[in-house]
């Protein structure tokens, strides 16, 4: 093997030090992340995957160190493997709980032998799996040694030996019951014949076909009564070493899990979980990304990126949604976005939010291409509804809100603002507006601002404009097309009245049929 | 039945089956042949429409057919008890489908217990009436009773039927599954009692306890642990009965052609009537050199069966023959003539006698027959289109060395149409090794068929008398242009009529 790899620790943190928690939960709101998490999370409960998703990277290697990951796992040899040993560990983990409840020993103590045994089984076909994938990222290659060390080491080969004795003593033991009346007798088998086969043989002579099969067949439930009981300790005296050495067995080996262990099968979930999420997407033909992260530069540029809350809901319709591209050059730093309502403002500002908060995650992006900042934080500011809590009014929240972010926000951070204060005149807007942005350019983070106020547009050489289209051939409808361009809120107005033959040419020709 | 396998009265039947029957009025056939028994019935349709081919297969059958005529009264018995074994599962009151083990082993214990008295019975009929038996077919039957149900036998079903009642307790093996439940129950026989056995302390080291009364959910405990144990041998006691009623029902169903066989012949020769074992040649799929038909006698069973008076006999020597084209006197027995060919080399194929003094045919792999048929009910399609359908249908089911037999067809159309149709279609069949008998009116048809010299075609004519008087005879003669439709007018109008149209 390698020999210059590190000693395993996690196969979600380089270093221990980029493992920290920052819950927000209102960005997860605000960009539809909830969902997206959710939706990753379904059927993962026992993993408890979602303080992962609090805690975004803030250095390059440690986001590196996860794409390196996850490109391995594409590779459906290592990913099947994977899945197979989370399947195992996640049904080791039924047994235990089994064994837990119920009561007689013997019963606990077979549950918790078996459940060894299917753990001893699944680390042994994980260290195989590995050697033979032969995967290339940094964190996998340590986990590799670490699992052959162990799978080599005393301690696991002495578990196995001991599983493999006590399951093979216990799976020969045969024993007889004969019932008569209430009277039961437990006895060693012996070798007496079996019956049906007798009564088959007498018989044979007349079979010519295949007939109906009369063999009932049972329930069985995993506990036990008081005469099963009874019989099985019964069974425990006529094989004594066989049934004390399962009692060793379950003392000895107690606390047979491996905490490295335990704890990647818990983390290796947070990849898996996504690549799930996202592979049927991918079939659709929508395009992710691994996307190229900077701590310094803010040179961003983004192609074929989409809503991934919107696409998860839209399912199969999804390849055909719109995509959109945006990019910073020199100075630009915030995208101010105008246009139609329900034109895919909101939608841009999620995906922008989205595209970040994903990477820092170490996540592959929606998007075909993308050069992204790696931001200390993402803030977002949506329109909320109104607070009676706060007891304010709603602008005045509003501005609470913004001058919280801005006071936290640095110039590593990145801000989604979204039409904020629709709830005061335009006059207010355009001003108030006017001294966010330029707050936020002096700060010289990355952002957007949704804003419905034209002139915000081109404040300033650190804004760019970006407008939501419409489709030429019917205005009404909305193409959530983004496009870099002046601001003309006329453009719109326009393209509705052409629809219905308002405009001025439409209108003049009309007019000219009426009165020659 | 068969040398070499069983009766099957389940398969399906061929799908001119309807047709057959219909054309050849089979159900008088076979009513006759049932005595009012829906399951002879069902047996002999099966087995008339499931002809043999081989005359050695034939023959076989034959043979058996003449020892059951030899010994009716033995037949009768053997049916008897077979039909006594496959009805004994209903004298079991409450058998049901989905039962526990414990139920089906007591159900079937009782249904065995008949069956090894039927066993005896039959035993006795074998030991009793065997060696009057000359077929292979009873031969051997009788010594398969013989060998297979000797007293040895007998002693090992006894066995089983008194140990099976547990006696001695149930004895239950199994091992240790999941969460050490006890898994892979196996009723196990009690091994002989040896001396220690007996004395008490002395027995197998184990250890014992008894549930107490009141406890219920321990007494459930061991039913449903005995019921575990018990289904294996529940199951395989139970395909046991399943396949020795099989087995019964067989016998039952090869029985019960037999005995069909000897009800129609018990009515036929009441009757007067001649049968006779026909004589069966080897299969001829080309050429009309191999091919053989004669007869002396040969008349329509059904049609006897179904007047008081014995009908006409027809004589036939059509051996070298392919195509048979019959033309002549309306009602003269041409319809009658063409049914008695049918049935004749249905009931020989089924290994039967036939209606004849004698009667030698190649055997065929199938017969078809398209007859004239009544306006089509439905009203769908015209009667034309309804006979070309049912030619086109017969054509994909058709095969070298069948027998197509041609009842009036293509006589929906004018002459001139309907004759060229049936001389394309006479054509492409006789050339693909098809022996046909076509009965006709169309002189179009038949004239210039006869006028060609074909050696391979038998020309007959329903007999007229000169002063019109039909004998229902048939006999060789060219076609005429007249079918003596004026003859059967007069018949029916009277001479008075004769005049008003003349």
């Known amino acids: ?516 | 039945m068969y040398p070499d396998r069983d009766f099957d009265t389940e398969r399906e039947l061929p799908a001119n089956e309807p047709d057959l029957s219909s054309d050849l009025e089979l159900d008088i056939l076979l009513r006759a042949m049932a005595a009012g028994d829906k399951f002879l019935f069902e047996v002999a349709r099966h087995a008339i429409h499931s002809g043999l081919v081989a005359p050695a297969d034939i023959a076989y059958r034959q043979q058996v057919l003449a020892d059951a005529i030899a010994q009716p009264g033995v037949i009768r018995d053997l049916y008897d008890v077979a039909l006594a074994a496959v009805t004994a599962e209903k004298k079991i009151l409450g058998w049901i489908f989905r039962d526990s083990p414990d139920t089906i082993l007591h159900r079937t214990h009782q249904v065995l217990r008949i069956y090894v008295d039927v066993f005896h019975r039959l035993r006795d009929i074998a030991d009793a009436g065997a060696a009057s038996f000359r077929s292979d077919g009873f031969t051997r039957f009788f010594a398969m009773i013989a060998t297979e149900l000797n007293d040895d036998y007998f002693a090992e079903m006894e066995a089983h039927l008194s140990e099976l009642t547990f006696r001695r307790g149930a004895l239950i093996s199994a091992g240790l599954g999941k969460g050490l439940k006890g898994t892979g129950y196996v009723l196990r026989r009690h091994p002989e009692q040896a001396w220690r056995d007996r004395i008490p302390g002395m027995s197998r080291s184990g250890y014992s306890f008894v549930i107490p009364e009141r406890d219920e959910t321990g007494m459930r405990t061991l039913s449903d642990l005995t019921s575990r144990g018990v289904n294996g041998t529940a199951n395989a006691l139970a395909q046991s009965a399943d396949h020795i009623k099989d087995f019964f029902q067989m016998l039952r169903a090869e029985l019960g052609f037999y005995l069909s066989c000897l009800n129609l012949r018990d009515q036929l020769i009441a009757k007067g009537e001649p049968v006779c074992f026909p004589d069966p040649a080897d299969l001829v799929t080309g050429g009309a050199e191999q091919a053989r038909l004669s007869a002396r006698g040969l008349y329509d069973a059904c049609l006897s069966l179904s007047i008081d008076t014995s009908p006409i006999g027809n004589d036939v020597d059509a051996d070298g023959r392919q195509l048979i084209m019959i033309t002549g006197a309306n009602q003269g027995g041409k319809s009658t003539f063409l049914r008695s060919v049918g049935l004749a080399q249905l009931m020989m194929q089924a290994g039967m006698f036939v209606a004849a003094e004698s009667f030698t045919a190649s055997v065929s792999a199938g017969i078809f027959t398209h007859f004239k048929r009544e306006e089509d009910a439905t009203m769908e399609k015209g009667k034309l289109d309804e006979e070309l359908a049912r030619m086109s249908t017969i054509t994909s089911q058709i095969r070298p060395g069948c027998l197509l037999l041609c009842n009036e067809s293509f006589a929906a159309t004018n002459e001139r149409e309907g004759s060229e149709i049936a001389r394309q279609v006479i054509r492409a069949l006789t050339e693909a090794g098809i022996r046909i008998v076509f009965v006709t009116h169309m002189y179009d048809l038949a004239g210039p068929y006869y006028a060609e010299h074909e050696p391979g075609t038998l020309f007959l004519r329903a007999e007229r008398q000169p002063d019109g008087h039909r004998t229902f005879r048939l006999l060789p003669g060219e076609p005429l242009p007249t079918s003596y439709g004026e003859d059967l007018y007069r018949e029916v109008f009277g001479a008075a009529d004769r005049a008003a149209t003349g």
């Not at chain 1, 039961?184 to 099969?213: C, I, L, N, P, S």
């Not at chain 1, 319709?317 to 909101?346: D, H, S, W």
């Not at chain 1, 995650?361 to 993308?370: D, H, I, M, Q």
């Open chain 1, 1 to 516: 093997m390698t020999t210059t790899t590190v000693p395993f620790r996690s196969i979600l943190f380089d270093r221990p030090s980029d493992a920290v928690e920052r819950a927000d939960p209102a960005v997860f709101t605000d960009l539809n992340l909830d969902q997206v998490f959710a939706a990753v999370t379904a059927g993962r409960d026992e993993y408890d995957l979602m303080p992962f998703f609090g805690a975004p990277l803030h250095d390059v290697q440690a986001v590196q160190y996860r794409h390196q990951i996850l490109r391995d796992m594409e590779d459906e040899a290592l990913s099947g493997a994977l899945a197979e040993f989370a399947g195992h560990m996640r049904e080791m983990r039924k047994y235990l709980e089994q064994s837990a409840k119920l009561r007689y020993r013997y019963q606990k103590e077979s549950w918790f032998l078996d459940a060894a045994r299917i753990y001893g089984q699944s680390v042994r076909a994980l260290a195989d799996a590995l050697i033979a994938i032969n995967p290339s990222s940094r964190g996998f290659i340590a986990f590799r040694e670490y699992l052959a060390a162990y799978a080599g080491s005393p301690t696991f080969t002495g578990l196995a030996a001991d599983i493999e004795r006590v399951t093979d003593a216990l799976a020969a033991v045969r024993y007889c019951i004969t019932i008569r009346g209430s009277r039961v007798k437990v006895t060693r088998y012996e070798g007496e014949e079996d019956y049906g086969e007798q009564v088959q043989r007498t018989f044979a002579k007349f079979a010519q076909r295949a007939v109906k099969d009369y063999r009932a067949r049972f329930r069985n439930l995993p506990d036990m009564n008081h005469v099963e009981a009874r019989i099985l300790d019964l069974v425990a005296r006529l094989y004594p070493d066989v049934f004390s050495a399962l009692d060793e067995f379950c003392a000895r080996h107690a606390s047979y899990l491996d905490e490295t262990i335990r704890v990647f099968d818990r983390e290796v979930q947070f990849y898996a979980a996504y690549l799930a999420f996202i592979a049927p997407m991918k079939k659709a033909g929508l395009k992710f990304c691994y996307p190229d992260v900077s701590a310094e530069s803010k040179q961003i540029s983004v192609h074929d990126c989409f809503d991934l809350a919107l696409a998860a809901k839209l399912g199969s319709k999804a390849a055909a949604m719109v995509r959109n591209e945006f990019y910073l050059t020199g100075g630009e730093r915030i995208f101010v976005v105008t246009g139609p309502n329900q034109g895919g403002k909101t939608t841009f500002a999620r995906t922008f939010g989205q595209l970040h908060y994903l990477a820092s995650l170490g996540y592959p992006v929606p998007a075909r291409e993308a050069a992204l900042f790696l931001p200390d934080r993402v803030f977002t500011h949506f329109e909320r509804e109104e607070d009676l809590a706060t007891l304010r009014g709603k602008f005045a929240d509003e501005l609470v809100r913004i001058r919280d972010v801005l006071d936290q926000a640095s110039e590593r951070s990145v801000v989604v603002m979204n039409e904020s204060f629709a709830s005061t005149t335009l006059q207010d807007a355009a001003r108030v507006g006017e001294r966010v942005l330029d707050r936020m350019t002096r700060l010289g983070l990355v952002g957007v601002y949704v804003t419905f106020v034209d002139e915000l547009a081109s404040i300033s050489d650190a804004c760019v404009s970006m407008v939501a289209t419409v489709v030429p051939d019917n205005p009404a409808e909305r193409t959530f097309k983004l496009v870099r361009k002046p601001a003309d809120g006329l453009a719109y107005a326009a393209a509705i009245a052409g629809k219905y033959g308002l405009t001025y040419r439409q209108l003049k020709d009309r007019l000219n049929q009426v009165t020659p």
